[in-house]
Structures are given as structure tokens and as C-alpha cells.
């Protein structure tokens, strides 16, 4: 049997086709994949576009979208789409699933294998498998889910965490607060800590003199994206301001998770995945633990949450196929 499987974001749409083993209802192997951008008037002419190219019959289907499913229904935050779990299988003719993006990415992580995560702490064996499971991670917006093993299967609680409020920790964070008000009615988390963010903590640190622009990297910013620039410019340290962006918002992304693991204790483990990190990643590391463990007397119960950064780019679409086999069981 096969199955479809999607990750909507706000930016691009990844689709794929997944065979099922015969002996239990999870993606065995990958058959084909596709990358789309996130436009056009809704996700179904992206999917009948990448059917088209194929003729593989589908068993059931399963979408993971950047923005809050509630009863099978997603208004999407960054793209001007509505979509419905009904609908979709109505089009498509078989079952489908319509999930939080990061609800697929937390079901994802428990099909990874140890070689697709990199621990910044404890090793792979020391998780308790049975302990919750915590995932965030920055790309177009700021996702957050949490993952509660039951004897019934995990229990996934989708959140949209990551529009909680920012809370500044020092005098350089209070400067960023007010800087960003002046801009915003309302400063998230999500407002520091995505592709986004990097690019608002470059022009705070610019603007406010915390450092020196560099006319190359304004003019690469005004022709490239300027996320990726000031990601690539900052982790070889070839631009102050880039490079003090990134470690600032390595800080931030670590404080956040700080927050997230506080609040469910995941001894399962806490997984960072998303296309930021893994660009960020040669500086992410020592940043992101200081902001991470900096909690007061929290700070030693941190230190037995194990940390790993997802290295599989495609997690929340492999995870949007384990709840499409889910439909099949």
C-alpha cells in the first residue's frame, strides 16, 4: 500500500509517496519526493500536480501544515489558505489526516533513526523511551509540540507555543524588546526565533549601534535571502553584526526550549528541528545550551533533559506519514 504524505509551510510544500511494510502500518520506503513553493490559491493543485507525475494508487494520505488543525480544519498562519481534513480526503478519494505541522514532526522523531540526531548533552541511550517528548524549531514561523507515550499509542499536543510572549533576559534583550515594539504591537518568540527573527536581530543590532553594517552584506541582503545571508556570513564569522545575530539568537532559541522543557519535563528527550538550526548548526551548539540550562535552580534538572538537533530535513513529512498509516490500522 502507499501512502501521501505532505509538510505545509509557510514558504515551501514538500510532498511524498511512502510504501507501507506489509506487516505493520508505518512508512517502510520512501518511493518518490518533491519540492513545491508555498503559493498559489491552496495545496490541492500542488498535490494533483505531484500525483500527476506518477501512478502509484494511494491508500491514505497525511498533510502536516504550519498553522493551528482544529477539528480536521487549518486557517494557516503564514499562508492566506484554509484546509480541511474532509475535503482533502474528498479530492483525493482515500482517508487523509490533517495535523499541526509539528504534531507530524513529533511523530516523525520517534521513526528517526540515532544517526539522523546529533545530542548536544546526554547520548541517544540515556533518553527514557518512555518519558514525554518535546520538539520546537524555527523556520518560516516558530513551531512547538509536545509527545506523551500512552498504551494506546503517543498522544501528540499540537500548540503554537512559540506565539507565547518574548521575555527579555538581560539589558541587550530589554534594548531588542524595545526595539522590536517599535515595529510590532505584540513581540512572540517567534518574532526572534525563525528565519525571520535572525534577519529583525541583525537590523536591531545595526540600528542600534550593538554593531557595524557592512555595505557588502546590505547589498547581498538586497539580493539574496536575506536570512540565509546573514546565517551563512555569521557562521563563518566573516560579519560582525551577522555573526553576533547568530549567536544572539542561538541564546534565544535555547531559552525558549528552556521554557518548552520546563513546562512538560520531556526525559524523552527535546528535538530541535526546522531549517535553521540545521543551517545554523556549526555555531548553534554552546549558545544555544547557555541559553538552554541558564533557569536558576532549574538549571541541574536540565541538565538531565537529553538535547538533539534533527538532522533529517523532511521529519514532519515522515511524520505526516506515520499518521497516514495510523488511518490504515
Not at 509517496?17 to 505493520?24: C, D, R
Not at 548533552?121 to 506523551?148: C, K, Q
Not at 549567536?247 to 535555547?254: E, I, N, R, T
Not at 537529553?306 to 506519514?321: H, K, M, N, S
Request: glycine share 12%; with cysteine; aromatic share 6%.
Amino acid at each position: 500500500m502507499h501512502v501521501l504524505a505532505g509538510d505545509i509551510g509557510g514558504t515551501k510544500t514538500s510532498l511524498a509517496i511512502y510504501e507501507l511494510a506489509p506487516t505493520a502500518p508505518a512508512p517502510a520506503r520512501l518511493l518518490r519526493s518533491a519540492r513545491f513553493p508555498s503559493q498559489g490559491p491552496g495545496l490541492l493543485p500542488i498535490v494533483e500536480q505531484f500525483l500527476a507525475a506518477g501512478e502509484q494508487r494511494l491508500a491514505a494520505a497525511g498533510f502536516a501544515v504550519a498553522g493551528p488543525v482544529i477539528a480536521g480544519h487549518c486557517k494557516t498562519t503564514n499562508l492566506p489558505w484554509e484546509l480541511d481534513a474532509a475535503e482533502l480526503s474528498a479530492a483525493l478519494r482515500v482517508p487523509a489526516a490533517l495535523m499541526n505541522d509539528f504534531h507530524g514532526v513529533a511523530l516523525g522523531v520517534g521513526a528517526l533513526p540515532d544517526d539522523q540526531l546529533e545530542f548536544f548533552n546526554l547520548s541517544a541511550g540515556e533518553r527514557d523511551r518512555s518519558g514525554v517528548v518535546a520538539v520546537l524549531g524555527a523556520g518560516t514561523g516558530l513551531g512547538e509540540a509536545m509527545l506523551v507515550p500512552t498504551a494506546s499509542g503517543p498522544r501528540v499536543l499540537a500548540s503554537e507555543g512559540g506565539h507565547c510572549d518574548f521575555a527579555p533576559r538581560d539589558d541587550l534583550e530589554i534594548d531588542l524588546l524595545r526595539h522590536l515594539l517599535g515595529r510590532h504591537a505584540r513581540v512572540s518568540y517567534e518574532r526572534v526565533v525563525s528565519g525571520p527573527g535572525l534577519v529583525a536581530l541583525y537590523e536591531f543590532l545595526v540600528v542600534r549601534g550593538h554593531a557595524p553594517e557592512q555595505a557588502s552584506t546590505r547589498a547581498r541582503m538586497a539580493a539574496e535571502a536575506p536570512a540565509a545571508v546573514v546565517g551563512e556570513l555569521g557562521v563563518r564569522g566573516d560579519d560582525l553584526a551577522c555573526a553576533r545575530a547568530v549567536d544572539l539568537f542561538a541564546g534565544l532559541y535555547g531559552a525558549e526550549a528552556g521554557n518548552l522543557a520546563l513546562k512538560c519535563l520531556p526525559t524523552g528527550g527535546l528535538y530541535l528541528a526546522g531549517g535553521v538550526g540545521l543551517h545554523l548548526r556549526p555555531r548553534l551548539r554552546e549558545r544555544f545550551m547557555a541559553g538552554f540550562l541558564a533557569k536558576g535552580r532549574m538549571t541541574p534538572l536540565l541538565h538531565t533533559i537529553p538535547v538533539a538537533l534533527v538532522l533529517d530535513g523532511e521529519v514532519g513529512r515522515r511524520g505526516a506519514a506515520v499518521a497516514a498509516a495510523a488511518l490504515l490500522a
